[in-house]
């Protein structure tokens, strides 16, 4: 089973509509949590960390759930702009390796 | 000012040439990182420096050597490469807190060097 596990895709979304996702990993004893954004060709950018109470960042909500372990985002009134792959980031070791899931792919359509 | 600036942007090479991948940051950050990914896959981390002092070697081959110059400077050599080296190679750096990274360190990516061995 793989540590970080994340919907692939592709997740085709209408303009203005919400989508959400989820990404599961296997270690209980994950410690940090991001999601990153990966646009075609580029490099991965953070979009925000994951905390315990959740944290909201304009149309971007990020949730953790320690007990099915899992965090999710949701993005709302999606923008074309937000048509990219999204990279679940979990760190495990106390130094912070950065376990990526595979990366989950959203394409937001006029 | 979160930049992370890498060279060149685009390397061509052959199986016989040598080359080097070079990485620079002015965040003050003590934690540098090289991955490699391919596409449609996560980065895969190869090497960190942790305050210029290689930590962590992800069983790389030989033909990959990484130098940590000084604090903003990280530099990947490339030697004997093969054709399945062909990758978009990604640095990346974090803050490091007290003598070492943090797991709670968020990492900054540069645009990366797509390489193409022949």
């Known amino acids: 089973r793989k540590e970080v596990e994340q919907d692939p895709g592709p997740f085709n979304v209408p303009e203005g509509a919400t989508v959400a996702f989820n990404c599961t990993y296997s270690n209980s004893a994950s410690q940090s949590f991001f999601w990153y954004r990966q646009d075609c060709r580029k490099e991965p950018k953070l979009l925000m960390s994951?905390?315990?109470s959740g944290n909201e960042d304009g149309r971007f909500t990020a949730q953790l759930n320690r007990a099915s372990q899992y965090i999710s985002l949701l993005i709302r009134d999606s923008k074309l702009s937000d048509s990219a792959t999204y990279l679940c980031v979990v760190t495990t070791d106390s130094w912070g390796k950065f376990q990526f899931g595979a990366g989950t792919q959203v394409v937001v359509t006029p | 000012d979160t930049e992370v600036t890498q060279t060149p942007k685009h390397l061509v090479m052959g199986m016989t040439n040598k080359k080097s991948l070079k990485c620079e940051q002015h965040m003050g950050h003590r934690a540098m990182y090289w991955y490699k990914q391919k596409a449609k896959k996560p980065p895969e981390l190869m090497f960190v420096?942790?305050?210029?002092?290689?930590?962590i070697n992800e069983s790389v081959p030989s033909r990959f050597s990484p130098e940590c110059p000084n604090s903003s400077l990280l530099n990947l050599h490339l030697h004997a490469l093969q054709p399945e080296d062909s990758a978009l190679y990604l640095c990346?750096?974090?803050?490091?807190?007290?003598?070492?990274?943090?797991?709670?360190?968020?990492?900054?990516f540069g645009p990366g060097t797509r390489l193409t061995v022949l």
């Open positions: 420096y942790s305050y210029e002092k290689l930590s």
């Open positions: 994951v905390y315990s």
């Open positions: 990346a750096s974090s803050r490091a807190s007290g003598t070492s990274v943090s797991s709670t360190d968020t990492q900054y």
